[in-house]
């Protein structure tokens, strides 16, 4: 069979999803400068396909360069061609960063971080998804059959997530049926980023050679259980000493931490509409669901929008100090992994520049996307870290997308976002 290499360039854009374009290999060299032609309204495609809204028109170009530290070469050894792709940043003609670029906003944010403090952040991405290939049998949430049941997949994910140059953590059988979960390891904020998109395309790449799916829908069914993209995140001196935990500190943070905390929670109203950015997140975000409904910090409680989370067995402070972290539970699959960990680090920057302290009672989440998005709209600190162009653009696109699909039933509203995700 006559073939030739190909490789693709995208990012993952505000809808969630991987899009770019592709080109012989053979090319990479000369591509790696200019990478491949994109288009302003590009960024308005929403996860159903059309461009229902956009400020931009038809005119304009940019170019997604691909980032050499995110190349992904994996070759399941099965004939099929290798998925071999690069993430990259949209930049204008000239090479400077495109202001809506989702890449480029993590970037400001990380280097917000640390102008406001010196730290910088560590990451890991746990997700949930439903993989097709297994028979829902009643009764067996984290049990031996499911694992078993799901076949070789599991063991695909895991060595395609390892050749992509991320480090697998677990992979287990979840609580709702057909539902599993697969965490990496901890890294800095934006090869965090990396890691968790590249996860989920290894998760979609490895279901797809053996004729089935993984989905990655908030709600794939409207009475259902939800997939949940839970963010873990520590702070850490330029020196790599962490510096979330403290002994004697509210819930164990120090100081920085909790303010940190404290400006999560101050604007995760309005950060939902960037990490739960769609119609059908707000049907998981809902009570008896595992899933926040308030923007709560609590020790160790799986219902909370910040999690404090267990040390397990350490020796001495310098061990538990090294375990120490958070965990962001108000964020799906929806999201672009980027624009979830740049809204929740710059929210946490605007805690540590203020000083604020963790809130006496917590705020209400919203209850649709269409609230969540009123609340951003509102939000002059939250457009400040977006600026004006980008904020305008990703107001737009959100509100197309929730009139698109409102009138349609629970039901089909989950059926559709199944569909794509």
């Keep these: 069979m006559l073939r030739e290499d190909l490789v693709f360039v995208g990012t993952c854009d505000i809808a969630g999803l991987v899009r770019g374009k592709g080109f012989p290999s053979a090319e990479l060299p000369a591509r790696r400068k200019v990478g491949i032609g994109w288009t302003h309204s590009n960024l308005m495609q929403t996860c159903f396909g059309p461009i229902l809204d956009t400020p931009f028109g038809t005119s304009g170009d940019l170019m997604i360069v691909p980032d050499p530290?995110?190349?992904?070469?994996?070759?399941?050894?099965?004939?099929?061609?290798?998925?071999?792709?690069?993430?990259?940043?949209?930049?204008?003609?000239?090479?400077?960063?495109?202001?809506?670029c989702v890449r480029a906003?993590?970037?400001?944010?990380?280097?917000?971080?640390?102008?406001?403090?010196?730290?910088?952040?560590?990451?890991?991405?746990e997700q949930e998804f439903v993989y097709t290939g297994v028979e829902d049998v009643?009764?067996?949430?984290?049990?031996?059959?499911?694992?078993?049941?799901?076949?070789?997949?599991g063991e695909m994910l895991t060595a395609a997530i390892r050749a992509a140059s991320v480090r697998p953590d677990s992979f287990l059988a979840e609580y709702g049926p057909r539902q599993y979960e697969m965490t990496v390891a901890p890294d800095a904020a934006m090869a965090a980023a990396d890691a968790g998109v590249i996860a989920r395309e290894m998760a979609r790449a490895a279901a797809f050679r053996l004729e089935n799916r993984a989905i990655f829908?908030?709600?794939?069914?409207?009475?259902?259980?939800?997939?949940?993209?839970?963010?873990?995140?520590?702070?850490?001196?330029?020196?790599?000493?962490?510096?979330?935990?403290?002994?004697d500190g509210v819930m164990g943070l120090s100081p920085v931490a909790a303010q940190f905390a404290a400006g999560v929670l101050h604007h995760l109203p309005a950060i939902c509409a960037v990490t739960a950015p769609s119609p059908v997140s707000y049907l998981r975000l809902?009570?008896?669901?595992?899933a926040p409904t308030v923007a709560d910090l609590k020790l160790q409680d799986r219902g909370a929008a910040l999690r404090v989370c267990p040390v397990f067995a350490a020796k001495g402070e310098s061990e538990r100090e090294a375990q120490f972290n958070l965990e962001f539970r108000v964020c799906d699959a929806a999201a672009s992994p980027y624009m979830a960990l740049g809204a929740l680090i710059l929210a946490g920057v605007d805690g540590i520049a203020r000083e604020?302290?963790?809130?006496?009672?917590?705020a209400a989440l919203p209850n649709s996307l269409t609230a969540a998005l009123d609340l951003m709209e509102a939000s002059g600190t939250v457009k400040s870290w977006f600026g004006p162009v980008?904020?305008?653009?990703?107001?737009?696109?959100?509100?197309?997308?929730a009139a698109y699909v409102a009138d349609l039933s629970e039901d089909d509203l989950c059926a559709r976002y199944a569909e794509v995700y």
């Design 217 to 247: 829908s908030p709600m794939p069914v409207a009475d259902g259980a939800g997939n949940g993209v839970h963010i873990h995140f520590s702070l850490h001196e330029a020196s790599g000493k962490p510096v979330t935990g403290a002994p």
């Design 138 to 153: 009643p009764g067996h949430a984290y049990s031996l059959s499911a694992f078993r049941r799901q076949g070789l997949f």
């Design 390 to 401: 980008f904020f305008e653009a990703y107001l737009r696109h959100k509100r197309s997308e």
């Design 105 to 125: 906003f993590l970037r400001r944010a990380i280097g917000a971080l640390k102008d406001a403090s010196g730290l910088e952040l560590l990451a890991a991405f």
């Design 286 to 290: 809902t009570p008896n669901r595992w």
């Design 356 to 362: 604020l302290a963790l809130p006496k009672a917590p």
């Design 69 to 100: 530290s995110s190349e992904v070469h994996v070759d399941f050894r099965d004939g099929s061609a290798p998925e071999h792709f690069f993430l990259g940043d949209i930049r204008n003609t000239d090479g400077t960063p495109w202001d809506c």
